[in-house]
């Protein structure tokens, strides 16, 4: 076995401290949390020591970080505005770098750090982890079904995905504040955006509508976007699909839509988010990780499946199992693409060409028209 990788995380807030630290320790045969970037702790060990009771080496700035020997990997959980920023300096520096969403602000700079990475033989990866929620991969294994198969739905004609809350006022944070990678379609757009990439490649065409709909807050950060994906017919698509991505703060529903998927045999409905969010916040210890219930949904918010019967009339209904959710295959993928050169299951390409979207998305609201989702 290797040795495990030397980790610095930035930043001990919500990403850093929910979705970054418990993985590193949760997997000692991959990882050692060697420090973190906390500016000013308020306590012995800081907030790291306060929540899982471990401690590491606290930095107070990003130059003490690339500064320290021990740190072979930098995990970026800082405001999305700095993102583009520390990961070049980590790059520059020699360390690898996995990097929160947005991994940039503009497709440019994800192009460039890219080529950064790439000159100095380093991983840079992209923390896309809703690739590896539990809905998500049940909807990829229903989509994955032989058209032979009675399960399968047919050919896909319409893919509606949402991430919608209820969340009336400001929190008073950085994602208040206008910056580059900030507002709702940077935040919730790069998940859902990013999983239809995974599922159908880039569309041909996009049309967008990105708002302030609850007024609060500076205007120019948006908190709600239907976005259009147009896909026409293709090799891996037998027909035209619309990809219909959306989210919206101001939704009084409970379970809240996440998926509608239309086919030309049947259809997939289903309601209620992945777990894992919830349950790392609430982890008071790393290990929990592994205990048979992490990850996993009620069955109150599983998917439902509905199928045509051979005479094109009845339709069958069925619940569709979601699958165990776990970002931990992403934090093991990430260790064997650092220690063993494996692929990385979310390619920097695929990263940059999300952010290429986002800003194509920005643009059709802006103009007001559909445009060409052709390379920039």
């Avoid at 006022?169 to 950085?174: A, S």
Wanted: hydrophobic content about 40%; aromatic content about 8%; glycine content about 8%.
């Amino acid at each position: 076995m290797s040795r495990p990788i030397n980790v610095c995380v930035l930043g001990v807030g919500l990403s850093g401290l929910t979705f970054h630290v418990p993985f590193v320790l949760a997997l000692p045969e991959h990882f050692k949390l060697v420090a973190v970037l906390e500016r000013s702790p308020q306590s012995e060990g800081g907030k790291l020591h306060e929540r899982f009771g471990v401690k590491a080496t606290i930095h107070n700035t990003l130059e003490q970080v690339l500064q320290d020997p021990q740190v072979e990997l930098v995990i970026i959980g800082t405001p999305s505005p700095t993102h583009y920023s520390y990961a070049k300096a980590a790059l520059e520096a020699g360390k690898h770098v996995l990097v929160d969403k947005p991994v940039t602000a503009t497709s440019d700079e994800a192009k460039e750090l890219g080529q950064l990475a790439q000159s100095k033989g380093l991983v840079l990866y992209g923390f896309q982890n809703r690739r590896f929620d539990s809905d998500f991969l049940a909807l990829k294994k229903l989509l994955s079904l032989p058209a032979s198969s009675p399960q399968s739905i047919g050919d896909i004609v319409e893919f509606e995905t949402h991430f919608d809350r209820y969340r009336k006022g400001l929190k008073n944070t950085w994602k208040d504040a206008p910056g580059g990678g900030v507002g709702h379609t940077y935040d919730l757009g790069t998940h859902l955006m990013d999983q239809v990439l995974a599922l159908f490649g880039r569309p041909d065409r996009i049309t967008a509508f990105i708002q302030n709909s609850r007024g609060v807050g500076h205007p120019e950060v948006d908190d709600s976007f239907t976005i259009f994906m147009h896909y026409d017919a293709r090799a891996s698509l037998p027909r035209p699909l619309t990809a219909i991505v959306r989210a919206q703060l101001l939704s009084v529903q409970s379970p809240q839509p996440r998926y509608s998927i239309l086919g030309t045999k049947g259809s997939y409905v289903k309601y209620g988010v992945d777990v894992q969010e919830d349950q790392l916040k609430a982890m008071t210890a790393p290990s929990a990780i592994h205990e048979p219930g992490y990850g996993v949904e009620p069955e109150s918010i599983w998917g439902t499946w509905s199928c045509l019967d051979a005479d094109d009339v009845t339709i069958h209904k069925s619940i569709w199992p979601s699958e165990p959710g776990c970002y931990t295959e992403l934090f093991k993928n990430l260790a064997a693409a650092i220690r063993d050169g494996a692929d990385p299951a979310i390619k920097w390409q695929e990263a940059t060409e999300l952010i290429e979207m986002i800003e194509y998305a920005f643009k059709s609201a802006k103009e007001g028209k559909t445009l060409v989702a052709s390379p920039l």
